[in-house]
């Protein structure tokens, strides 16, 4: 066997799909595929598909002539690294399953259990636009907003396995109530979906927040209140998320971000309005993409690898 022989089976699943990979150590992908979560047949036939694709993975590069070393899963929710269990998720139904513990029984490999945002940020972090910085705060927004908090190479995780709820930070006391059962959290207020709703609560027309932006920028009034408001209540996010950690840069991924300049711009500037002695970080989109997840997962995997062979 030799080192460029060696792959990571890594598994990025999400509420409706689940991207998969064997990703070379130095983060290159050999392969990729992607299976539908099909989260609605309950969590038993969920864990079974995840068990089944790994297993296949490692079988495509065992007949490719590669050697699988570890196998990194990321699942969305409350995840217990330590004890490589998926505690609770609302969109894929998982309720304390040990699927660590699972996919190394199947598979026979070193296994790491991860989050999905959190080894997003680890793969921005290490590999993406938050490169070289040291301290990077990644911030995922889409139909919620969560993040990741990585010093080092290494995200934090929490006590119960739930840091990064940048999502229900409290921004708008009054504001619409969130998922969580309390009113004005920030992804109640400026996450994808938040945008979309406000905009057709004032408009009466159903909009998407790519929609929205695209209306702001051609000098739609109601599209540009419903932008701003988002993008201020992001700042109160933000500025409160660097009181907090200090990092030298904020990686924005998720839907979000493709609004490109339209966000960064306005973003950027309330940022800093809101800023007093607090350092500037710098303010960046996301690299990686979608494949971030699955990178990162790889990422810990053989993070885990490195400290089991120690
Ligand atoms: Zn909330």
């Known amino acids: 066997m030799t080192p460029g022989d060696e792959v990571v089976v890594a598994l990025d699943v999400g509420g409706t799909g689940m991207k998969c990979a064997l990703v070379r150590p130095d983060g290159t992908t050999v392969h990729a595929e992607r299976h539908a979560t099909d989260a609605a047949r309950g969590p038993e036939a969920v864990v079974g598909t995840i068990l089944d694709v790994a297993e296949g ?5 065992r007949a490719d002539g590669l050697t699988p070393v570890a ?87 929490g006590a119960h396995g739930a ?24 992804e109640a207020v400026a996450s994808a979906s938040a945008i979309g709703r406000r905009y057709a609560e004032l408009s009466g027309a159903p909009a998407t927040a790519a929609e929205v932006a695209d209306r702001a920028a051609t000098g739609e009034p109601l599209a540009g209140q419903v932008w ?37 711009d306005p973003l950027r500037t309330a940022l800093r309005e809101r800023l007093t002695f607090h350092r500037e970080p710098r303010l960046v989109a996301a690299a990686l993409g979608d494949e971030a997840g699955c990178l990162g997962a790889a990422l810990l995997a053989l993070d885990t690898l490195a400290k089991e062979s120690r």
């Not at 993975?57 to 590069?61: P, S, T, V, Y």
């Not at 513990?101 to 940020?121: C, I, K, Y």
């Open 228 to 264: 701003r408001e988002a993008v201020e209540a992001l700042a109160d996010g933000l500025a409160t998320g660097q009181a907090l950690f200090d990092v030298a840069t904020i990686v924005i991924g998720g839907g979000l971000a493709q609004a490109g300049p339209r966000l960064f």
């Open 57 to 61: 993975l490692a079988g495509k590069a």
């Open 163 to 186: 840091a990064g709820e940048i999502g229900h930070i409290l921004v708008r006391p009054d504001g619409p109530p969130c998922g969580c059962g309390r009113p004005g959290c920030l």
């Open 71 to 157: 196998c990194g899963i990321a699942v969305p929710g409350v995840v217990d690294e330590a004890r490589g269990v998926a505690v609770w998720s609302a969109n894929v139904g998982f309720r304390d399953v040990p699927l660590r513990d699972l996919a190394r029984e199947r598979l026979g490999l070193p296994t790491a259990l991860g989050h999905d945002v959190r080894v997003g940020g680890l793969a921005e972090a290490r590999l993406g636009a938050g490169r070289d910085a040291g301290h990077v705060l990644f911030v995922a927004i889409g139909t919620g907003i969560a993040a990741a908090h990585v010093v080092d190479g290494s995200a934090a995780v």
